[in-house]
């Protein structure tokens, strides 16, 4: 199955700061995803990016895709307190597997005030 | 609309004793999905079902069952509880059409086995 590494495992910033998180894979991808989880809390779907698109915005969330290096990030710009959460990447798989997401192991995102 | 529901939310077994996982949706989505997260480590795909009738086994299905009892309820049955299955579980549910399969999560069960 693929597998999803991102970098960094955690990051701390100060409020107002941008945040960048990565994601790298390993297989062909149909589309590649980002969620929140606040702690002690299910996921959130915050972006999708498609296989044949290179960048994407959504308010202050910036996700960009190269399929050439199999690699993702996402961008935070103006990042607040109530941005921090973990951050997973979870990739969705070309042909009958397309309806299965596999998940990153997530990068930890703390917004000091 | 509720989204995803899941009960219990917090649930401690013995080993050996079994117990069901409920999950129900209300956004009229044909795929059903559980995970299972481990402290520090993203979610894992236990059993999945792509629509009503059928169930598809995903990276961790040992020990688990399934059932999707109609287009709205999915639920995932620990037969003989091991240590090994002390995990957070997520339910979630989505379509299944093309590039767009994002997922919604329920809340979470959180299980511990003694």
């Known amino acids: 199955s693929q597998q999803g590494e991102e970098d960094p495992q955690a990051l701390s910033i100060q409020e107002g700061e941008n945040a960048t998180m990565n994601c790298s894979y390993k297989t062909s991808i149909n589309n590649l995803q980002w969620y929140r989880q606040n702690s002690g809390r299910g996921l959130v779907h915050l972006i999708l990016i498609r296989s044949n698109e290179r960048e994407k915005h959504s308010g202050r969330l910036r996700v960009t895709l190269d399929t050439s290096k199999k690699s993702s990030s996402l961008l935070i710009t103006a990042s607040r307190a109530a941005d921090t959460a973990s951050y997973f990447c979870?990739?969705?798989?070309?042909?009958?597997?397309?309806?299965?997401?596999?998940f990153g192991e997530g990068t930890q995102l703390t917004v000091n005030p | 609309n509720a989204g995803v529901t899941q009960t219990p939310k917090f649930q401690v077994l013995k080993t050996g004793q079994s117990m069901t996982l409920q999950c129900a949706q209300d956004m009229n989505h044909n795929s059903m999905y559980w995970y299972r997260q481990d402290p520090g480590m993203g979610l894992r795909l236990i059993y999945y079902s792509a629509s009503e009738g059928t169930t598809d086994k995903g990276e961790v299905p040992n020990g688990y069952n399934v059932s999707r009892l109609n287009k709205r309820e999915f639920s995932l049955r620990l037969e003989s509880a091991a240590p090994s299955q002390t995990s957070v579980y997520f339910c979630?549910?989505?379509?299944?059409?093309?590039?767009?399969?994002?997922?919604?999560f329920g809340p979470g069960t959180r299980l511990t086995v003694l």
């Open positions: 979630a549910s989505g379509w299944t059409s093309g590039s767009y399969n994002e997922q919604f």
């Open positions: 979870a990739m969705g798989g070309e042909g009958t597997s397309g309806s299965r997401l596999t």
